[in-house]
């Protein structure tokens, strides 16, 4: 384990040495993709499955799952017991959580898992501090709420987003728009839609060369970064939405507010006074992108206490069958809908009809 560790820090600090310019490019390409394959090696160890850490495997329930991560002594376990009623050990020491534990929330009707993690600590990535069971749980999360102290925030967030990048998290960013094909002849085949102002046929070449690849098909649809490309290649990156929590906001004055109000994807809250949660309960549901669709049974009036909890990407009649129950799909004759997916109030449609949020949904099966 320490020879892949050192050989990480070496390239890193050669990384740092080196200049950047059009001459280094192709060098610094490779030394992206070392790095990379060498991440990925002390993710998952050549050998076979290691040894779980206790109590850190949490069986996933309800329709989606939050991660809380941060530093040691910034307020997870707090938010947790006032947001969840569930009680995770609290005191003036650090480290006072050392496995993971789940609470469950209702919110509009959905059921949402959340998860109080142990405090990480820099070097995590590299396996320091129960860091690498850590960040392995938040891979697993729909969504992370990344607590900082709101004394200390900048420096923080900085050092976590770095420990998460380094585990193979992508945080609030799109999977990149990049066509990646191998093939067993016909050697590299670049094509560009758009000018490109890092990777040229030379640096792709090199960097799929590292990975052992002389054959295949790349596609780059937009101006594109030799990281995007090693992402695309490794194909084990996490695409996450995040958002930052400020805590501790009663320590600062309403102009230092003001200010923090204005930085993208964060909530300023106070975890030991309950204060601003409605805000950070309304924005929670906007990133994680659920809709509630509602069951009618036949002569009744809707239920509206029980949702059917979707995913924005996946909201067809089938979807929505397949939720209720496997069997469903085979005796589906139509279904009647009410709502905003449709003209008519009910309207009859088939399988492959996109529901939108709060949609009331009859199906009618085959006799």
């Keep these: 384990m320490s020879t892949i560790l050192e050989k990480i820090a070496a390239i890193e600090s050669e990384m740092a040495r080196t200049q950047k310019n059009k001459a280094t490019a192709l060098h610094l390409g490779l030394l992206k993709a070392r790095l990379a394959k060498l991440r990925r090696e002390l993710i998952t160890p050549k050998g076979g499955g290691g040894a779980t850490g206790e109590g850190f495997d949490v069986a996933k329930t ?18 947790l017991s006032n947001l969840a009623g ?21 919110y509009k009707g959905a059921k949402i898992q959340l998860l109080d993690l142990p405090g990480i600590i820099e070097g995590a990535k590299d396996g320091k501090g129960r860091g690498r069971q850590v960040i392995a749980v938040a891979r697993t999360c729909s969504l992370i709420f990344i607590v900082l102290d709101v004394l200390k925030p900048l420096q923080h967030k900085k050092l976590l987003e770095h420990e998460l990048e380094g585990f193979g998290l992508r945080l609030n960013k799109q999977p990149p728009n990049i066509h990646f094909r191998k093939k067993d002849k016909g050697g590299i085949n670049l094509n560009n839609t758009c000018p490109q102002s890092e990777l040229d046929v030379e640096t792709v070449k090199t960097i799929l060369s590292e990975y052992k690849i002389h054959n295949a098909d790349i596609t780059l649809r937009y101006d594109a970064t030799s990281d ?10 996490i695409y996450v939405p995040c958002i930052y929590l400020l805590n501790k906001i009663d320590q600062i004055s309403i102009e230092e507010l003001d200010v923090i ?44 206490n029980a949702p059917v909890v979707l995913h924005a990407d996946r909201t067809s009649v089938e979807d929505f069958c397949n939720k209720l129950h496997r069997s469903i799909v085979k ?33 009618v099966k085959k006799v």
Aim: aromatic share 12%.
């Design 62 to 79: 309800g329709d989606a799952r939050i991660g809380f991560v941060g530093f040691p002594s910034v307020g997870k376990s707090t938010l």
């Design 86 to 106: 569930v009680y995770s050990e609290v005191a003036a020491y650090e480290f006072t959580t050392l496995t993971t534990v789940p609470g469950c929330i209702k």
């Design 228 to 237: 995007d490309l090693i992402d695309v290649i490794e194909g084990n990156r």
């Design 261 to 304: 109000y204005k930085i993208p994807h964060c909530v300023p809250i106070s975890a030991h006074h309950k204060w601003n949660f409605d805000d950070l309960l309304e924005k929670m549901w906007e990133y994680l992108k659920l809709i509630r669709i509602y069951t009618k049974p036949k002569g009744q009036l809707p239920d509206y």
């Design 331 to 363: 005796e589906f004759k139509i279904a009647l809908v009410w709502g905003s997916s449709v003209k008519h109030q009910p309207q009859k449609v088939g399988i492959d009809h996109i529901l939108a949020d709060e949609d009331v949904v009859q199906i």
